[in-house]
């Protein structure tokens, strides 16, 4: 995801990785609860890399349709192998830019599509009922009446298709004229209407990130700011040096995080993550 930095045909695998390579939730940093830590990155990684990425991290984002400013959803037909090799999901729907909406009306016809496509996937890759399926907002700030229009139609479909709901937007405040600030998690929820929504925060600056580390005790996603979210992008791959100018010397020379045990040639940068859950998503089936 590359907001603010995102995170082919299926071919059967019988190959199952060891599920005793486990990551197991350390407690979080000043007594928080167990944090789990997790990745997300537009490309399907490979099955050649899987092994080594689950010896690190609990779960995997993927994606549902084309991730942003993709032509493709390298991710389609993987959600069995990912479950075989040990992974929890983070599951994503890449939603609509401000630019497409037009107008409230066509926003919320949008959203209900948008939902009804989101839900037809999810079950497509046999995710089970009652996951949760984030709406990917690429674009922060304050939300206007036809984004608005947008997310809470598409919620409220998703809702009534038997999934639950969740939003991936900003966790970090921006700047507004006479010297306000809005965070665009907190404006989601505050305009919710009470709907059940779980929260994906992304806010990469350090503090609070602590960078692209890979902690034996993931920080928990209350010390995003935000302690209502369920999941807190800390970093993200390219690194965004307006916003994260100030993080540890952790990221690579050329600005990618990457994970350990994979050679950096191989250009798999990530996205990192820390969950309540080892399953985010709540999409394993076993």
């Known amino acids: 995801m590359k907001q603010i930095a995102w995170v082919a045909a299926a071919v059967a695998m019988s190959v199952v990785f060891p599920q005793g390579v486990k990551v197991k939730a350390q407690v979080g940093l000043s007594g928080q609860p167990p ?6 990155r537009n490309d399907y990684p490979g099955e050649e890399s899987l092994r080594l990425l689950r010896q690190t991290f609990s779960y995997t984002g993927f994606w ?3 991730p942003p400013g993709e032509k493709a ?3 389609a037909g993987k959600r069995r192998v990912l479950e075989s090799a040990g992974f929890g999901f983070l599951v994503l729907f890449n939603g609509r830019l401000f630019a497409e909406l037009k107008t409230v009306s066509n926003a919320s016809s949008l959203g209900k599509s948008d939902a009804l496509a989101a839900v037809a996937a999810a079950q497509r890759e046999g995710f089970p009922a009652s996951s949760i399926i984030f709406l990917d907002q690429e674009e922060g700030g304050r939300m206007l009446p036809k984004q608005k229009a947008y997310i809470f139609a598409w919620v409220d479909e998703v809702t009534a298709g038997g999934f639950r709901a969740g939003v991936y937007c900003s966790g970090i405040a921006a700047n507004e004229d006479g010297g306000l600030t809005v965070v665009t998690a907190e404006d989601i929820r505050k305009n919710a209407g009470g709907r059940k929504i779980a929260y994906w925060v992304t806010n990469d600056a350090c503090p609070p990130s602590p960078g692209c580390a890979f902690q034996p005790r993931p920080p928990s996603p209350a010390q995003s700011g935000m302690d209502f979210a369920e999941v807190w992008q800390y970093a ?3 690194k965004r040096r307006e916003v994260a100018s100030g993080c540890p010397r952790n990221y690579h020379p050329d600005g990618g ?3 350990p045990r994979i050679d950096t040639e ?12 080892a399953d985010p998503s709540q999409g394993r089936t076993h």
């Open 73 to 75: 959803n390298t991710w």
């Open 64 to 66: 549902l349709n084309h």
């Open 236 to 238: 993200q791959s390219p």
């Open 257 to 259: 995080c990457y994970p």
């Open 266 to 277: 191989k250009h798999l940068q990530v996205d990192l993550n820390a969950a309540t859950r």
């Open 35 to 40: 944090a789990y830590l997790g990745f997300d």
